[in-house]
């Protein structure tokens, strides 16, 4: 079946712009991760989704950064006034809720975003 | 907080033999779950092995095992019969088992993998 998909692969955006990147994950799995790649650091966790209601948006770096998920599917992050220190690649992941040893986080293929 | 250190930065291997990558990490409980993530250029995450933390038994995935010290905190991954496939960036990764929390996972830095011919 199909995997997580995100669109789009790459976003070159000028500072202070608005982008919006976006995440289709696995047919019915519930849960939904963001992540944030900087250059040479490994992914660090942004906002966890629930079906519809973000469950935990503690990694959230500030309120210029905002994350919906209105049908419990598609998910779409949105980064106001864009920042040099934005750039990064943003990864989006999905399982099956309840937490399970073996309900592993599937992994898109990422949006690398520059903000020039 | 929990916390995950990979201290190689970079590794290099020769096709056909045998390399351990380190990873410890920091957390106050008892029950958890580690893995290993690959991560090729394409960016894709790649599952390769996971562990239960109250299991002893190291868990085995083909050419990849693991060798978990639980009291030293301390999760390697072995990779035998190096493969040139093999070469990408590796994470270690720890995630709560407690039920309800948020199933975050917290990655280490990565050690990037190079396979020579």
């Known amino acids: 079946g199909a995997g997580v998909s995100q669109t789009p692969s790459n976003k070159v955006t000028e500072k202070g712009k608005y982008v919006e990147l976006r995440c289709d994950p696995i047919?019915?799995?519930?849960?939904l991760y963001w992540y944030r790649q900087s250059l040479g650091q490994g992914p660090e966790f942004l906002i966890y989704?629930?079906?519809?209601?973000?469950?935990?948006d503690s990694g959230l770096p500030n309120d210029r950064f905002f994350a919906v998920r209105p049908e419990g599917s598609v998910s779409t992050l949105k980064i106001q006034r864009t920042e040099r220190g934005d750039s990064a690649v943003y990864l989006c992941?999905?399982?099956?809720?309840?937490?399970?040893?073996?309900?592993?986080?599937?992994f898109g293929p990422g949006t690398r975003l520059t903000v020039l | 907080a929990q916390t995950v250190t990979q201290s190689q930065p970079e590794m290099s291997v020769q096709e056909a033999e045998t390399v351990t990558l380190s990873c410890t990490y920091d957390?106050?409980?008892?029950?958890?779950?580690l893995f290993w993530y690959k991560q090729p250029p394409s960016r894709q995450m790649i599952l390769v092995i996971r562990?239960?933390?109250?299991?002893?038994q190291n868990a085995t995935e083909n050419r990849f095992s693991v060798n978990f010290q639980k009291a030293a905190k301390s999760f390697s991954l072995k990779i035998s019969d190096s493969q040139l496939g093999d070469a990408a960036m590796y994470f270690c990764?720890?995630?709560?088992?407690?039920?309800?929390?948020?199933?975050?996972?917290?990655f280490g830095k990565g050690t990037l993998l190079t396979v020579n011919p």
């Open positions: 957390t106050s409980e008892s029950d958890y779950y």
């Open positions: 989704f629930q079906g519809t209601g973000a469950a935990d």
């Open positions: 562990q239960e933390a109250y299991k002893q």
């Open positions: 990764a720890y995630r709560r088992k407690r039920r309800g929390s948020n199933y975050k996972l917290t």
């Open positions: 992941a999905s399982s099956l809720e309840n937490g399970s040893f073996y309900n592993e986080q599937f």
């Open positions: 047919s019915g799995h519930t849960a």
